[in-house]
T-cell receptor
Framework: QKEVEQNSGPLSVPEGAIASLNCTYS??????FFWYRQYSGKSPELIMS????GDKEDGRFTAQLNKASQYVSLLIRDSQPSDSATYLCAVFMNTGFQKLVFGTGTRLLVSP | DARVTQTPRHKVTEMGQEVTMRCQPI?????VFWYRQTMMQGLELLAY????????DSGMPKDRFSAEMPDATLATLKIQPSEPRDSAVYFC???????????????FGPGTRLTVL
C-alpha cells in the first residue's frame, strides 16, 4: 500500500461546478495534511493545510479531514478554467524520519 | 517578498559531468528539503536538513549525489558523475519546524530543470 494515494485522473468538470479531489493515507498517527496545486512546468504551491477532523474553508476551497477513515479531500467550488492543474495531497508522516510524503497527484481539467 | 530561490533554472550537461544546484531558503526557515520530480516517479524526497544538519538522505543515491548546507542561507545538491537517468526537475523547499509542533508547511522554489545528455 502506498503511503499517500490519489486517483491520477484526469478529473473533468465544467466551469462553475464543484470539483472533488480525494486522498487516502496509511500512517494512522499523521497530524498534518496539505494540498498543493501545481501548474504544468511550475513548482507546487501550497493552497490548503488542515490539522483537525472536519472541514476548513478558504475562499472557494474546502479541505475535509477524517482521521478515523484516513481520508482527506479538497473541494473546489465554482470551478474556473484557471483551476486546471495537478493537485498534490501531502501528509506529514510521524514514523521513522518525520517527513512530508506526497501523492502522485490528481489532474483537474475545468472546461469553459 | 519571501520565497525560495534556486539556481540555475535550467541546466543541460553531458553524461559524466558534475552538476551543482543551489537553493536559498526563505529567511528564518530552519528546514530545507530537496525533491526530484519525474513523470514516472512523481515527487521524491532526496534529502532534508534541520538547522543545517542532515536528517534524512535515504532517498538519495549515495554514490553520486551529495547534499550540503554550508550556511543557513545556502543549500547545495551535487551530482557527480551525472547520468541521463538523473534528468528531472529538482525542487528545493523550506519550512519552519517548531519544537512540539507538527505543522510543517513547506514552500517550494521554482526548480532546476536538469537534462543530462
Amino acid at each position: 500500500q502506498k503511503e499517500v494515494e490519489q486517483n491520477s485522473g484526469p478529473l473533468s468538470v465544467p466551469e462553475g461546478a464543484i470539483a472533488s479531489l480525494n486522498c487516502t493515507y496509511s500512517d494512522r498517527v499523521s497530524q498534518s495534511f496539505f494540498w498543493y496545486r501545481q501548474y504544468s512546468g511550475k513548482s507546487p504551491e501550497l493552497i490548503m493545510s488542515i490539522y483537525s477532523n472536519g472541514d476548513k474553508e478558504d475562499g472557494r476551497f474546502t479541505a475535509q479531514l477524517n482521521k478515523a477513515s484516513q481520508y482527506v479531500s479538497l473541494l473546489i467550488r465554482d470551478s474556473q478554467p484557471s483551476d486546471s492543474a495537478t493537485y498534490l495531497c501531502a501528509v506529514f508522516m510521524n514514523t521513522g524520519f518525520q517527513k512530508l510524503v506526497f501523492g502522485t497527484g490528481t489532474r483537474l481539467l475545468v472546461s469553459p | 517578498d519571501a520565497r525560495v530561490t534556486q539556481t540555475p533554472r535550467h541546466k543541460v550537461t553531458e553524461m559524466g559531468q558534475e552538476v551543482t544546484m543551489r537553493c536559498q531558503p526563505i529567511l528564518g526557515h530552519n528546514t530545507v528539503f530537496w525533491y526530484r520530480q519525474t513523470m514516472m516517479q512523481g515527487l521524491e524526497l532526496l534529502a532534508y536538513f534541520r538547522n543545517r544538519a542532515p536528517l534524512d538522505d535515504s532517498g538519495m543515491p549515495k554514490d553520486r549525489f551529495s547534499a550540503e548546507m554550508p550556511d543557513a542561507t545556502l543549500a547545495t545538491l551535487k551530482i557527480q558523475p551525472s547520468e541521463p537517468r538523473d534528468s528531472a526537475v529538482y525542487f528545493c523547499a523550506s519550512g519552519l519546524a517548531l519544537r512540539g509542533a507538527s505543522y510543517n508547511e513547506q514552500f517550494f522554489g521554482p526548480g532546476t530543470r536538469l537534462t543530462v545528455l
